[in-house]
């Protein structure tokens, strides 16, 4: 699958947007994940929020590290600018890179794995230091191209494939973000587009660090029983080697309820996952009832999805270190090189 091309033809009577694009500009290629994985729904969405804002192209930034989400770049806003991270990494690549050109919207996919293990002090320091950024977290609970492994993410006594318990409690990176002091922090689930997409707008839009938590399941290596993450579809008694990697095609997992339901997503395995959407009635400008109605919720195994946390007035990275408005290789020579009478200044103050 990885050699087809998506075709360039588009039919002339597609919705177009603000600059005149259809939603065909806001592809990438042609995903190269297991039929039903959530993430191909996430890449959707991103699509779909890209479109609606008419953003150009060549204006967005997207970076990743390594994993099943990591993938997810390739497939999204063919025309924008992108980077390949190490494990773990993307973080700090996307600091260097929004230091030196602030007009780009930088928009980060990563995972459990690549966030909450490898990564996780490269994620902490990027929330700290407010970044201006989306920083969506692909969250499944394992580690799907290694085969299943627990993540950090994996919920505690759940099952692997080979029946090992995990007894490691996991780490959520809402209240992970929230206990940072993240000034945008949210959750969804893969299949929910109707609350997903105006979700990835919000964060796009935003000036700082936005984290979006997106429940996506595995189709393949998350055999968890009781999982409120994900699922898996796990052939039993395989034995012939040919037939290791074959998945069988699986019907994508979407959903829909209204805002203050909850509702109960059952998963390909016939686990479940408990989604709780967040109502009007709910304040999310307050740092600390986010973190105790969160943690209230997961005591019952609920995942609250929508916007959980909207903080103002702390400054992003941009405002902390007067970055310039202008990307640092459309600088003259001179501003960027001020001489030797300047280096020696600053060389001065660490004496």
Do not use: W
Not at 123 to 129: D, E, K, Q
Not at 144 to 160: E, H, N, Y
Not at 219 to 231: A, I, L, P, Q
Not at 248 to 260: D, N, P
């Amino acid at each position: 699958m990885s050699g087809v091309v998506k075709p360039r033809v588009e039919h002339p009577g597609l919705p177009r947007n603000a600059l005149g694009l259809s939603r065909r500009a806001y592809e990438g290629g042609m995903s190269t994940l297991c039929a039903g994985c959530g993430h191909d729904s996430v890449t959707a969405a991103i699509v779909q929020a890209c479109f609606e804002l008419s953003m150009p192209p060549q204006s967005v930034a997207k970076l990743s590290g390594i994993g099943c989400s990591s993938k997810t770049t390739a497939y999204f806003v063919s025309g924008a600018h992108g980077f390949n991270g190490v494990h773990g990494r993307m973080p700090a690549i996307a600091a260097g890179a929004s230091a030196a050109n602030r007009t780009l919207k930088y928009l980060g996919v990563s995972g459990d794995g690549d966030s909450l293990s490898i990564g996780l002090g490269q994620l902490g320091h990027a929330i700290r230091r407010n970044m201006d950024m989306l920083y969506l977290l692909e969250n499944n609970g394992v580690y799907g191209l290694t085969k299943g492994q627990f993540s950090a993410s994996a919920d505690l006594g759940s099952k692997s494939k080979k029946g090992e318990s995990n007894d490691h409690e996991p780490i959520d990176p809402v209240l992970l973000a929230l206990a940072l002091g993240a000034t945008f922090v949210a959750r969804s689930f893969s299949g929910d587009k109707e609350q997903l997409v105006p979700l990835i707008k919000m964060g796009l839009m935003h000036q700082g660090f936005a984290l979006i938590d997106i429940l996506s399941p595995c189709v393949t290596f998350n055999d968890h029983e009781g999982s409120t993450k994900s699922y898996a579809y796990v052939r039993e008694h395989l034995q012939t080697p040919i037939a290791a990697d074959f998945v069988e095609s699986r019907r994508e997992i979407t959903v829909s309820y209204a805002a203050g339901e909850a509702v109960s997503v059952e998963m390909h395995d016939g686990s479940n996952v408990l989604l709780r959407k967040l109502d009007s009635s709910y304040d999310p400008t307050d740092r600390s009832a986010a973190l105790a109605y969160v943690q209230e919720r997961a005591a019952i195994n609920e995942h609250v999805t929508g916007l959980i946390y909207l903080g103002e007035g702390r400054r992003h990275f941009h405002e902390r270190h007067n970055t310039p408005d202008e990307a640092l290789n459309s600088l003259a020579f001179d501003k960027l090189c001020p001489g030797s009478a300047a280096l020696e200044r600053i060389l001065s103050r660490y004496r």
